[in-house]
C-alpha cells in the first residue's frame, strides 16, 4: 500500500492520466486492428496480397508523421497534437466498421497509422517534460507495461465481441477512443497541461527541426540501430505466425498463447529488469536485449514443439524488455530542451524497419523456411548493436570536448 500511495506522490499526476489513457488506448487499439486482416478478408472480396498493402500501409504513413508531430508539438503544444490524433482514431475506427471500398480502407489504414505516430511520441514528450531526469528510465518501463497490459487484454474483449458482430470491436474502439478525448481534455485542464505546454514550447519551424535532427550523426545511428533492430522485431507479429502454424499441430492455438506469454513477461519483469540495469545505464541493456532477441530467434530456429517455443518466446521477450524503454532514455538524452517532441517523434523512423521486416521475411520464409529466416534475423538483430555503439562513442567524444 506505501508503494502505490509513493507512486502517486512521486510523479505528476499528468503521468498517471497518460499511463492510464496508454492502458485504455491499447486495449481499444488491440481489441480491433489484430482481427483487422480476419475481418477484411470475410467480410470483403480483397485479395491477400491487397489486405496485406493495406495493413502495412499503416507503419508505413507513421514512419513521417512521427516526426511532423513531434516537431509541431514542440511548436503548438502537446495537448493539441495529442487531441487530434484521439479524434482522428474516433474517425478511424467509426469508418473500419462502416466502409467496404479498399480505397476507403486504404486511407483509413493510414490515418490510423498517422495518428499513432503522432500521439505516442508526443505523449512521451510530454511525460518527460513533467518528470525529473533521474526518474525517466521507470516513468518508459511503467509506459512499456501499460502497453502490454492493454495488449494482453484487448485481443481476448475483440474475440468476444467479434463473435457478436465482425464491425462491432471497430465500433466500440471508435467510442472508446472518443470517451479518452473528452476525459483527457478535461483532465489535461485540471493539472495545468496549458502551463506547461507555454513553457516547453519552442519557436522551431518543421524545416529547422528537420535540419536539426539531420545534423546530429549521434541521433541516426541510434535510429539506424532501431531500424535494423524492428526488422527483427517485427517477424514475431507477423511471420512467426505464418511459420508456427504450417510447422506445428495447434499453431494457430500455439501463437495465441506465444503473445500471452510475451504480454506477461513484460509486465512481470519490466521493472525488476529495469532497475537492475539502471546502474550500468542504457548501452549495456541495448547490447544484452539484442543478444536475448537473437536468442530467442535462434530458439524459433530450432523450435520442433510447444515448449521450446514457449522458451524461445521468453528470450525473446527478454530483448524486448531491456531494449526499447532503453532506446527511449538514449533519445531523451539527447533532445536539446524544447526539441523533445521533435526528437521523440523523429524516433517513429524506426517503423521503416516494421515495414521492411514483413517483406523481407515472407521472401526468406518462403526461400530458405523458418529456421533460415530466424537465424538470419538473429544477426541482423546483433549488427543493430554496433549502431547504437557508434552513435554511443561519437556522444562520449562531444561532452569530452564541451568538457575541455
Not at 139 to 155: K, T
Not at 319 to 347: C, H, K, S, W
Amino acid at each position: 500500500m506505501q508503494r502505490f500511495l509513493n507512486f502517486f506522490r512521486d510523479y505528476h499526476p499528468i503521468v498517471h492520466v497518460l499511463l492510464f489513457g496508454t492502458v485504455l488506448a491499447r486495449t481499444a487499439s488491440s481489441m480491433s486492428m489484430p482481427f483487422l486482416a480476419i475481418y477484411l478478408s470475410k467480410d470483403t472480396q480483397l485479395s491477400p496480397v491487397l489486405i496485406g498493402m493495406i495493413i502495412g500501409l499503416g507503419p508505413l504513413a507513421s514512419t513521417i508523421g512521427g516526426f511532423v508531430g513531434g516537431a509541431m508539438s514542440d511548436r503548438l503544444g502537446r495537448k493539441t497534437i495529442m487531441l487530434a490524433a484521439l479524434i482522428g482514431w474516433v474517425l478511424v475506427f467509426l469508418g473500419f466498421a462502416m466502409v467496404k471500398s479498399p480505397v476507403a480502407f486504404m486511407l483509413l489504414n493510414m490515418l490510423n497509422g498517422l495518428c499513432r505516430s503522432l500521439y505516442e511520441p508526443v505523449s512521451q514528450a510530454l511525460m518527460a517534460d513533467v518528470t525529473v531526469k533521474e526518474k525517466r528510465l521507470k516513468v518508459f518501463s511503467l509506459r512499456y507495461i501499460a502497453i502490454n497490459v492493454g495488449v494482453s487484454v484487448g485481443p481476448l474483449l475483440g474475440a468476444f465481441f467479434g463473435t457478436m458482430e465482425a464491425w462491432l470491436p471497430f465500433m466500440i474502439t471508435g467510442f472508446i477512443y472518443l470517451l479518452y478525448a473528452i476525459g483527457l481534455l478535461l483532465l489535461l485542464h485540471r493539472f495545468g497541461i496549458t502551463k506547461i505546454d507555454g513553457e516547453k514550447r519552442s519557436g522551431v519551424t518543421l524545416l529547422s527541426a528537420w535540419n536539426i535532427v539531420r545534423k546530429d550523426r549521434v541521433f541516426r545511428y541510434y535510429i539506424g540501430g532501431a531500424i535494423i533492430g524492428a526488422i527483427g522485431y517485427s517477424q514475431m507479429t507477423v511471420t512467426l505466425s505464418q511459420y508456427i502454424e504450417k510447422s506445428v499441430i495447434g499453431g494457430a492455438t500455439l501463437f495465441a498463447m506465444l503473445m500471452s506469454l510475451n504480454a506477461i513477461v513484460v509486465v512481470l519483469l519490466q521493472v525488476p529488469l529495469s532497475r537492475l540495469f539502471e546502474r550500468w545505464g542504457p548501452m549495456v541493456a541495448i547490447a544484452v536485449g539484442n543478444v536475448m532477441f537473437a536468442l530467442g530467434d535462434i530458439g524459433f530456429a530450432l523450435s520442433v514443439g510447444w515448449i521450446t517455443f514457449m522458451i524461445s518466446m521468453f528470450f525473446f521477450t527478454l530483448g524486448e524488455i531491456l531494449n526499447y524503454p532503453q532506446a527511449n532514455v538514449l533519445v531523451d538524452r539527447l533532445a536539446p530542451e524544447g526539441m523533445r517532441g521533435t526528437y521523440f517523434g523523429a524516433q517513429s523512423f524506426n517503423n521503416l524497419g516494421h515495414f521492411i521486416g514483413p517483406l523481407v521475411g515472407g521472401v526468406l520464409l518462403i526461400h530458405w523456411g523458418g529456421s533460415g529466416l530466424f537465424v538470419t534475423m538473429a544477426v541482423i538483430t546483433l549488427l543493430g548493436t554496433l549502431f547504437y555503439r557508434k552513435g554511443e562513442n561519437i556522444y562520449k567524444l562531444g561532452l569530452k570536448s564541451v568538457e575541455k
